[in-house]
Antibody, heavy 117, light 106 residues
Framework: QVQLVQSGAEVKKPGASVKVSCKASGYSFISYDINWVRQATGQGLEWMGW????????AYAQKFQGRVTITRNTSISTAYMELTSLRSEDTAVYYC??????????WGQGTLVTVSS | DIQMTQSPSSLSASVGDRVTITCRASQSVSSYLNWYQQKPGIAPKLLIY???SLQSGVPSRFSGSGSGTDFTLTISILQPEDFATYYC?????????FGQGTKLEI
């Protein structure tokens, strides 16, 4: 069965970076794009970026340009999202999701990133 | 980026009601519009893709319509498990964006 398993919760200080992983199983990793979406506590969904695991091509939301990088390691079917220059407003649950026809049909369990001094 | 605006932001309804949620795009997104349902503490679930296509396994009481800039999600007969937050998402451009959400409450 399709599964996306994300890395565990992180606590970071302001100004630091965080890298969240998303390991895919149950399907061909390079055949489907990956989205990254975040959600602050009590807030809505916020699309951060997208990656084609086959080509490595990416696209990012304007808001995160220059601070976010999505990469992958196809040998272990894993996608990564790195966010730099963290601030308190980046405290959120970060999700990866498999993309089919532009739609996110399978999601990871979410990774809580807390930014606090 | 394309801005997506949902209305209402929250909605109170009862089991058995018919409910409609609206999503408006700041520019045309053709039919490149998805709807998701999210319950507290759980990842979102895809309900509708391409504005009106029902995702596999989703009950037929959910339906979507619209194209261009105006879209609707309709739940024909509300069930207890439908009380959740609903989000639209445009995928017309490679910079996808979500609406702010509509919380459906009892």
């Amino acid at each position: 069965q399709v599964q996306l398993v994300q890395s565990g919760a992180e606590v970071k200080k302001p100004g630091a970076s965080v890298k969240v992983s998303c390991k895919a199983s149950g399907y061909s990793f390079i055949s489907y794009d990956i989205n990254w979406v975040r959600q602050a506590t009590g807030q809505g969904l916020e699309w951060m970026g997208w990656m084609n695991p086959n080509s490595g091509n990416t696209a990012y939301a304007q808001k995160f340009q220059g601070r976010v990088t999505i990469t992958r390691n196809t040998s272990i079917s894993t996608a990564y999202m790195e966010l730099t220059s963290l601030r308190s407003e980046d405290t959120a649950v970060y999700y990866c999701a498999r993309v089919i026809r532009g739609s996110s049909d399978y999601w990871g369990q979410g990774t809580l990133v807390t930014v606090s001094s | 980026d394309i801005q997506m605006t949902q209305s209402p932001s929250s909605l109170s309804a009862s089991v058995g009601d018919r409910v409609t949620i609206t999503c408006r795009a700041s520019q045309s997104v053709s039919s490149y519009l998805n709807w998701y349902q999210q319950k507290p503490g759980i990842a979102p679930k895809l309900l509708i893709y391409a504005a009106s296509s029902l995702q596999s396994g989703v009950p037929s009481r959910f339906s979507g319509s619209g194209s261009g800039t105006d879209f609707t999600l309709t739940i024909s007969i509300l069930q207890p498990e439908d009380f959740a937050t609903y989000y639209c998402q445009q995928i017309y451009t490679t910079r996808y964006s979500f609406g702010q959400g509509t919380k459906l409450e009892i």
